[in-house]
């Protein structure tokens, strides 16, 4: 484990500590999954994938290229990782695997889990204000949010403070989310387990093997992602290439 882990963590720990800690209300997101089929990823606006074709996304880095201004490009390298999380996981594995459904909160489940791991790794390059981690990892939770509310947009919802409503709910879970998590890297894999089990499987899974596998496999993930460097982490264009569950 990288030796700066544990500063890190505390550091997001501090961080977020001003928000409310709310435990995870599934049961208020019924109108929000209804009618999300992942398997339509070209078809349907709120699919896995984002709204950027192949041809868009090059037009953006080449607008990102031609900037000068540093926090500019740090922005564009923000977006650019949550692209990374949004259109190059395997959905399909994480549903399959660990028997989950096909909705819009089991997207938001494997989403705000990536997105996390990303978050841990960027805080390394400085999590005080003005500095590029804290930064860089507003801009990943601001494209995050951007691609939320378009995709529940797009989900057929007539009442938009209802939509508003539904992902305020989210928000304050994905809070909560990043402090259960990040205690649990932060310690044991009985600490993480425990913030798998409660966030990710609802408090519902019964099957240890599938929350040890996770467990091993935000373990590695996290691992790999340290690897990068600050070039690479802060590069319109990295590739993040994700782990297989089953590796």
Request: charged share 25%; aromatic share 10%; glycine share 4%.
């Amino acid at each position: 484990m990288n030796i700066l882990r544990p500063v890190v963590c505390r550091n997001l720990l501090r961080n977020y500590s001003q928000f409310k800690i709310v435990l995870p209300s599934n049961h208020l997101l019924v109108n929000i999954n209804r009618n999300f089929n992942v398997n339509q990823r070209v078809l349907l606006p709120y699919s896995t994938t984002t709204m950027l074709t192949p041809t868009n996304d090059g037009i953006i880095k080449n607008m990102f290229k031609k900037l000068k201004n540093s926090k500019s490009k740090l922005r564009g390298a923000g977006i650019l990782l949550y692209e990374n999380i949004a259109d190059g996981l395997n959905y399909f594995e994480f549903f399959k695997e660990f028997e989950m459904k096909d909705s819009f909160n089991s997207w938001f489940l494997v989403t705000e889990l990536h997105v996390w791991l990303i978050l841990t790794r960027v805080m390394q390059e400085g999590a005080n204000p003005n500095e590029d981690g804290r930064f860089l990892r507003n801009c990943i939770v601001e494209a995050m949010w951007a691609d939320i509310q378009m995709r529940s947009k797009k989900l057929g919802s007539d009442n938009p403070a209802f939509t508003r409503q539904q992902v305020s709910i989210l928000s304050e879970q994905f809070q909560a989310s990043l402090l259960a998590y990040d205690e649990g890297l932060s310690f044991d894999d009985k600490t993480l387990a425990s913030a798998l089990w409660r966030r990710f499987f609802n408090s519902e899974c019964d099957d240890f093997g599938k929350l040890e596998k996770l467990v091993k496999y935000v373990r590695k993930t996290s691992r790999e992602l340290d690897l990068l460097t600050r070039d690479q982490i802060t590069s319109i264009n990295t590739k993040i290439s994700w782990l297989p569950l089953n590796d």
